[in-house]
C-alpha cells in the first residue's frame, strides 16, 4: 500500500518536513497545503524588502512550487486552506481559495506546520497592516508604493517592529514607535532596551513606551488616541507579537500545552502517535531550565521541520530544544541575546549573578573598531552561564553565538576563559569580548 505524507503549511518548517520525507521515501505520495501563493521562503528578509534594500521579493524565495513538484516529486497546493483534520478516518479537508474546489485527502502521517498568527493589538481594518508572511510584505508594498504615506504609527517594538520602523524611516517617513511595556526590545533586558532606544531616538523615530494607545478612523487618516494626545497617521503597523496557529486542532486528540501552542514530545510528536507538528504552531523545551516555552524563530522552524520529517518516516531523532538565541538589526546597532535573561535567571537559578563589560570589535588601532556592550549572566555557585546579551555596531553576531556554544556546551566560566579564539586586528583583538566579558566575571 503506498504510504501518504500529508503536510500542512508550506513555509521552513513544512518543506524542510517534506523534504526529508522524500530522502527517506523515495517512492511515498507527499502532499503540501499552503494557504499563500508562497512557500519556502526567507520571512525574515521582509523588512529589507519594504525599505527597497531587496527589490524583488522574488529574490526572497527559495524554492518555488514548481520546483517542488518537478524536481522533489512532491504535490504542493497553494492558496489552498486545510479546514479540518479528521484523526478517526485519517483524512483531511482542503478547499482551494481561488476556485472554491474541495478536497478530501487522505494520509498515513500527518505533520502540522501551521505556523503563527499575528496579535491584533488595532481593531481597525482600514490602513492597518500586520506582516507575517510574504503576500503581507507585497501588499504593504504595493500601498506604500501607490499611496506614498508620510506619518506611521508601529504598535509594539518586538523585532519586527523595530525593523520595520527603521524601513520606514530609510523610506522617509515619520515614525511613531508604541510599546505597551516600560521599555523598548522589552525581551532584553533593560541595560540593553536604552542602548537601543537612544538608537531609535537619533534616528528620529518618536518612541512612547507604557502607554495604551487607542486608534480612531478619521476620513483617510487613523488617530492614535493616548495621555491626553492625538497624533495623526495615514496608516498603521500592528506588530504586537505572534500566537500559534492551533484553530485547526479543535476537537482532535491532538493537544496544546501551557503556552497555548501545539504539545509535541522531543521527537516531535503530538498527542496523536501519527500527527507530527513543527515549526512556530508548537512549544519547545528550554535547554537551560526544561521548561515548555513559546518562542518562533526561522531557525528552530528549519529545525524541528527536518526532525519531524524524519521522525514521521521512520527515524528516531530527538530535538533537544533551544535557548533563544536571536539577533536583530535596529540601524546602526545590532542587539543578540543568548540563554536566560537577568529576572528570568533568578527566579530559577540561586545565586545569580551579572557582570557588563564594554570592549572593542577589533584592536583599537585598526579602522572601524566599535564598542560592543556584553551583559553576562550566571551563577556565583558553580560558575555556570545562564545568558549573555550583547549589543553594538560590529560582530555582534560572531560573539553571541560563541555565547550560544558555551552554554549549549555547559561549560563554565574557567573553561569557557581557555577558549582559543582567532585574532587578527582587523576582526578581533587580542582579548576577544567574550573572553573579556567571562575574565571580568571570574574577578567577582
Known amino acids: 500500500m503506498e504510504k501518504i505524507y500529508v503536510v500542512i503549511g508550506g513555509c521552513a518548517a513544512g518543506m524542510s518536513a517534506a523534504t526529508q520525507i522524500r530522502r527517506r521515501e523515495p517512492n511515498a505520495k507527499i502532499v503540501v497545503f499552503e494557504k499563500t501563493k508562497f512557500v519556502s521562503y526567507g520571512s525574515c528578509g521582509i523588512p529589507f524588502y519594504i525599505s527597497g534594500e531587496i527589490k524583488d521579493p522574488n529574490s526572497l524565495i527559495v524554492y518555488t512550487p514548481e520546483h517542488f513538484r518537478k524536481v522533489r516529486k512532491i504535490d504542493v497546493y497553494t492558496q489552498t486552506l486545510v479546514e479540518k483534520i479528521n484523526t478517526s478516518t485519517k483524512t483531511v479537508e482542503a478547499k482551494n ?55 506611521v504609527a508601529v504598535i509594539g517594538s518586538g523585532f519586527l517592529g523595530l525593523e520595520m520602523s527603521e524601513a520606514f524611516r530609510k523610506l522617509g517617513m515619520q515614525v511613531f514607535l508604541f510599546e505597551k511595556m516600560s521599555r523598548v526590545l522589552p525581551q532584553f533586558d533593560e541595560e540593553i532596551s536604552k542602548i537601543v532606544e537612544k538608537e531609535l531616538i537619533s534616528n528620529n523615530v518618536s518612541v512612547f513606551k507604557g502607554v495604551a494607545v487607542e486608534f480612531a478612523s478619521e476620513s483617510e487618516k487613523i488617530i492614535a488616541n493616548f495621555n491626553n494626545t492625538h497624533i495623526e497617521v495615514d496608516f498603521v503597523l500592528d506588530a504586537v507579537g505572534v500566537s500559534p496557529e492551533v484553530e485547526l486542532i479543535n476537537g482532535t486528540s491532538i493537544e496544546t500545552g501551557k503556552t497555548g501552542a501545539v504539545s509535541v514530545n522531543d521527537r516531535l510528536q503530538t498527542a496523536d502517535p501519527s500527527i507530527f507538528a513543527a515549526g512556530d504552531c508548537i512549544e519547545v523545551k528550554h535547554i537551560l531550565t526544561g521548561e515548555k516555552i513559546y518562542i518562533p524563530q526561522g531557525t528552530t522552524a528549519n529545525k524541528t521541520g527536518r526532525i519531524a520529517g524524519i521522525n514521521a518516516s521512520g527515524g528516531s531523532e ?94 563554565q566560566l574557567k573553561e569557557a576563559s581557555r577558549l582559543d579564539l582567532s585574532y587578527n586586528p582587523s576582526v578581533a583583538p587580542v582579548w576577544d569580548p567574550v573572553l573579556r566579558a567571562i575574565n571580568k566575571a571570574l574577578q567577582q
Open 97 to 151: 481559495l481561488e476556485t472554491g474546489e474541495k478536497i478530501l485527502q487522505e494520509y498515513h502521517r500527518l505533520i502540522l506546520a501551521t505556523g503563527g498568527t499575528p496579535k491584533r493589538a488595532v481593531p481597525l481594518k482600514k490602513n492597518v497592516f500586520r506582516v507575517r508572511n510574504l503576500e503581507d510584505g507585497i501588499n504593504l508594498k504595493n500601498y506604500l508604493n501607490e499611496k506614498i504615506p508620510k506619518r
Open 318 to 411: 530527538i530535538f533537544e530544544g533551544v535557548l533563544g538565541t536571536s539577533i536583530t538589526k535596529v540601524f546602526s546597532l545590532h542587539a543578540a541575546k543568548t540563554g536566560l535573561g537577568e529576572e528570568e535567571a533568578k527566579k530559577i537559578f540561586p545565586d545569580v549573578e551579572v557582570e557588563t563589560s564594554t570592549s572593542l570589535s577589533k584592536a583599537h588601532y585598526y579602522p572601524g573598531a566599535e564598542k560592543i556592550f556584553t551583559k553576562l549572566i550566571f551563577s556565583k555557585a558553580n560558575g555556570q552561564i545562564l545568558g549573555a546579551q550583547m549589543v553594538g555596531k560590529d560582530g555582534v553576531g560572531k560573539r553571541i553565538d560563541i555565547f550560544a556554544t558555551i552554554i549549549y556546551a555547559k561549560m
